[in-house]
């Protein structure tokens, strides 16, 4: 006999907890209530689910009795002040921020990949960085079949990535530039519209950004294998929706690219848009509001040995984010791990 559960969505208002909403109408999740949980600014608004009005509570260490599942989506700081909270009420936490990825004992999972890490949770589980979700998805198959030795990576990621503020400020800034008026930024230190940041995350002193190197450390996680080599440039664009990566797979043997296109066809979770005599390649405009990741312009890399080049696109707010952790909850369920 199939069992509803009790659901909290952390961060209800913002860009990634709109989408957990969406999604969970789309899935049917096996719902008895749902609570929408943000900001004391936000208490009392009301959302729209299924039909019905939800009334935003404001969070705190009460809001969780009874819960079964939180779904956490605000911020790394308010993270690691509730979720044990909720732990400690009884909750299963699934947390989009950065807070607990690389902590040891917590779970890093994109369920495509390592679905059985679930087995080992201890009330957190983490959702991957955005960039990183999309990423594995689409070389784990590769990996399955032989081991990966290198990845070099730039992301060209969406606005979006940011939060409603900065989709706002590309909309203005857009708007101000073809009207000819002065350019405003709140946002991002440069502007934005009609321009590329190489610049996601606070500089680190070795000269990466903390976007870049979450890419190095949670893949390797992620994959199991710390001597797996990463590198990357994070670059934020003028797009709203949809990351991006042009991604360098070296492999210890030699795979085709007929043969890479074969494995990626039959992949779960992976799109092949690969057509060059069409101009059939993925897109972040046509992945917006999808669920899965695309992959395409694969070719050879000419340049070392057993390489491979990939363009890998996702919706960053649902693959990236709201459809992970909800894919998570949803394997929580099937494998009796709550």
Same mark, same amino acid.
């Given at each position: 006999m199939s069992k509803d559960y009790n659901v909290a969505v952390v961060g209800a208002t913002g860009a990634v907890g709109e989408e957990m909403l969406r999604i969970l109408e789309e899935r049917r999740f096996p719902l008895r209530n749902l609570r929408v949980i943000a900001s004391e600014r936000s208490e009392g608004r009301v959302l729209k689910f299924c039909g019905e009005n939800l009334k935003v509570e404001r969070l705190r260490g009460l809001s969780f009795r009874g819960v079964e599942i939180a779904l956490f989506s605000a911020g790394a700081e308010i993270s690691k002040e509730f979720s044990p909270q909720a732990v400690k009420k009884g909750s299963v936490v699934v947390d989009n921020s950065s807070a607990f990825r690389m902590e040891s004992g917590v779970p890093l999972v994109v369920p495509e990949v390592?679905?059985?890490?679930?087995?080992?949770?201890?009330?957190?589980?983490?959702?991957?960085?955005?960039?990183?979700?999309?990423?594995?998805?689409?070389?784990?198959?590769?990996?399955?079949?032989?081991?990966?030795?290198?990845l070099v990576i730039s992301t060209y990621q969406a606005v979006s990535g940011t939060g409603r503020e900065a989709i706002?400020?590309?909309?203005?800034?857009?708007?101000?530039?073809?009207?000819?008026?002065?350019? $405003?930024? &709140? #946002?991002?230190?440069?502007? %934005?519209?009609?321009?590329?940041?190489?610049?996601?995350?606070?500089?680190?002193?070795?000269g990466y950004t903390e976007e870049e190197l979450k890419l190095v450390n949670e893949t390797k996680k992620i994959m199991e294998d710390d001597h797996l080599s990463v590198t990357a440039t994070c670059v934020r664009v003028p797009v709203f929706i949809g990351h991006s990566e042009a991604v360098t797979v070296e492999m210890e043997k030699e795979l085709s690219v007929n043969q890479v296109k074969k494995i990626l066809s039959r992949a779960p979770g992976v799109v092949l848009q690969d057509n060059s005599a069409h101009h059939l390649y993925p897109l972040p405009l046509?992945?917006?509001? $999808?669920? &899965? #990741?695309?992959?395409?312009? %694969?070719?050879?890399?000419?340049?070392?040995k057993n390489g491979v080049n990939l363009w890998i696109v996702a919706d960053n707010l649902r693959k990236g984010a709201a459809l992970n952790t909800i894919q998570i909850a949803e394997l929580l369920i099937k494998e009796n791990l709550l």
């Open positions: 390592n679905p059985d890490a679930l087995k080992s949770h201890q009330g957190i589980i983490a959702n991957p960085n955005c960039s990183t979700i999309q990423l594995v998805v689409a070389i784990n198959p590769l990996h399955q079949i032989t081991r990966i030795k290198r706002e400020e590309l909309k203005h800034q857009s708007q101000q530039w073809l009207k000819g008026e002065e350019i $405003k930024k &709140e #946002v991002y230190p440069h502007q %934005i519209a009609f321009n590329l940041l190489p610049h996601i995350g606070e500089f680190l002193i070795n046509e992945a917006a509001g $999808k669920d &899965e #990741v695309f992959v395409g312009r %694969i070719r050879k890399d000419e340049s070392i």
